[in-house]
């Protein structure tokens, strides 16, 4: 089978696709490598989203994954490993399977940048955590510390204040983050603001994160360490295709579409200025009808 358009990603954006293109009576195959809803499952709150003045960043992934259950388009969670061509068709490849399309969009989204220490991956689980909702409640009562300086750290912070004992948060270079954040996450007293720093060494206890040490030689204990210092981009299945600038972001046009014909992205993998929730949903729905169109086009040709 040759399906009209193959989705990579379920984030806001692929799954907003996926609805548009299955409304527009297309044949629609969406894969996820992980669990539907992409980063705003490591979201605490989101309260910017239409529709939703304040509400769990995995709940609202639920209801965008309700909805795009409803619809009835054929999905799998499995991961894409490469995408290649043939001719004007476009393979698709996982682990065990290469399915077919006449057009690909891509929306694989961004993911954390990892903590550039020694053994920081070791001790992921152990102490180093890249999402607060998720393990938070593992370091109730417990001192933590944060690294970062934008609105993720500060968002986090805030969640975090209200289960932790002491919440250090470690910046660098100064923050950066939106003021009304900075103005909330100072109403708690248990949270502490340390400018100009960096952790040089993890220190472990028996395989667990114990303390860390600072570039000023001071030592914190503290049971875990969460990390927001930024994204990269998830393009490894495209690098091939030559659609990518050098910091691993996809180039689009007006329309979505890559260089290369009948291949769209949409959502947090595109090079823009706003990364947002609201806009990766809407780049999704226009990605799928402007894929459509391409589509209808064919037909006529043809």
């Known amino acids: 089978m040759i399906y009209d358009i193959i989705i990579i990603g379920m984030g806001p954006a692929g799954m907003s696709a996926g609805i548009y293109a299955k409304r527009s009576g297309m044949s629609v195959l969406v894969f996820e490598k992980s669990a539907p809803g992409g980063l705003i499952n490591k979201t605490s709150n989101v309260d910017n989203y239409l529709g939703f003045d304040d509400i769990l960043g995995p709940d609202l992934a639920f ?79 417990k001192d933590v510390a944060i690294v970062g300086a934008g609105n993720s750290a500060f968002e986090e912070g805030t969640y975090l204040a209200k ?73 490894e299945s495209v690098k091939e295709l030559g659609i990518t600038n050098d910091f691993g972001y996809i180039k689009v046009d007006q329309f979505h579409e890559t260089s290369i014909k009948g291949i769209y992205a949409a959502g947090d993998i595109v090079q823009k200025k706003i990364y947002q929730i609201i806009n990766a949903a809407s780049e999704g729905a226009e990605a799928a009808i402007n894929a459509n169109k391409y589509i209808n086009s064919l037909r006529v040709k043809k």
Request: glycine share 8%; hydrophobic share 35%.
């Open 163 to 235: 289960i932790c004992k002491n919440v250090y948060i470690l910046n660098r270079f100064g923050i950066n983050a939106d003021d009304i954040l900075v103005e909330e996450i100072n109403t708690y007293p248990n949270v502490k603001l340390l400018n100009q720093v960096s952790i040089t060494k993890l220190n472990e206890t028996e395989g667990h994160l114990s303390s860390v040490t600072l570039n000023t030689g001071e030592e914190i204990e503290v049971d875990g360490v969460f990390v927001y210092i930024g994204y990269e981009q998830a393009s």
């Open 63 to 141: 209801k965008m994954y309700e909805h795009f259950k409803d619809a009835d388009i054929e999905h799998k969670i499995t991961e894409v490993t490469k995408v290649t061509l043939d001719g004007d068709i476009k393979l698709v490849h996982t682990e065990k399977e290469v399915y077919k399309a006449h057009t690909v969009l891509i929306a694989t989204g961004r993911k954390s940048k990892k903590l550039p220490l020694e053994n920081a991956e070791k001790l992921e689980g152990k102490g180093i955590s890249y999402c607060a909702l998720c393990d938070g409640k593992l370091y109730q009562g």
